[in-house]
């Protein structure tokens, strides 16, 4: 099937939402704490989306098979604290594809992409985070090159419960 990965516009923006929000619920369904939405998170994304769309500090991409919109991606430059021997790097916030489109390498090319638009901002490294539930995102990832760093670990907050040694 034909997919062809170009920069959002904004007849791209509520469809790119649709896919993100996929992504956002299997997180919330993963540990509520850690990832419970907002119930007006779908106009957040719009506002989110739409504010940044002509920022050369954002990347908002997507996959088109025809005028449908079978895939996105959200990447943005951060800023590093000044400890480091770089000041900036690209960050994958949200890559989704829609489920009938899947395991044909569309998001291998939304990733590649954004590493072209990483390494023209001129930073030496492309991030992201992947829950450790994902394993699809992780296998994919991981066959893209990405190396595993940081392990994300989330103590709840329990009235009453100390840190205590189990
Ligand atoms: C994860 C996701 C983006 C992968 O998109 P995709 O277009 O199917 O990925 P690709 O076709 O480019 O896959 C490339 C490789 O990644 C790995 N991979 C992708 N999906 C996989 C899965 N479900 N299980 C195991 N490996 C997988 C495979 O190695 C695959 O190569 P292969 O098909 O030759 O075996 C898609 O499943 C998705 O949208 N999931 C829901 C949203 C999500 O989890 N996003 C990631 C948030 S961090």
């Known amino acids: 099937m034909d997919v062809l990965i170009q920069?959002?516009?904004l007849v791209h923006v509520a469809s790119l939402v649709e896919l993100f929000l996929l992504v956002e619920?299997?997180?919330e369904a993963y540990w509520p704490l850690r990832w419970q939405l907002r119930a007006d998170i779908s106009d957040r994304y719009h506002r989110w989306i739409t504010g940044n769309l002509d920022k050369s500090?954002?990347?908002f991409a997507v996959?088109?098979?025809g005028s449908r919109v079978v895939g996105g991606v959200a990447a943005g430059?951060?800023?590093e604290i000044p400890i480091y021997a770089y000041d900036r790097y690209a960050f994958i916030h949200d890559v989704a594809v829609a489920a009938d489109f899947r395991r044909q390498g569309v998001a291998t090319k939304l990733v590649e992409f954004v590493r072209q638009w990483s390494m023209e901002g001129g930073?030496?490294?492309l991030r992201l985070m992947a829950a450790d539930a994902n394993t699809s995102a992780r296998e994919l990832f991981s066959r893209l090159g990405f190396r595993t760093t940081y392990h994300e670990m989330v103590l709840?907050?329990?009235p009453g419960r100390e840190c205590a040694r189990l």
């Open 7 to 9: 920069k959002a516009e």
């Open 57 to 59: 500090d954002w990347l």
């Open 25 to 27: 619920r299997q997180h």
């Open 156 to 158: 709840p907050m329990v």
């Open 77 to 79: 430059m951060q800023q």
């Open 63 to 65: 996959a088109l098979n």
């Open 123 to 125: 930073v030496n490294q």
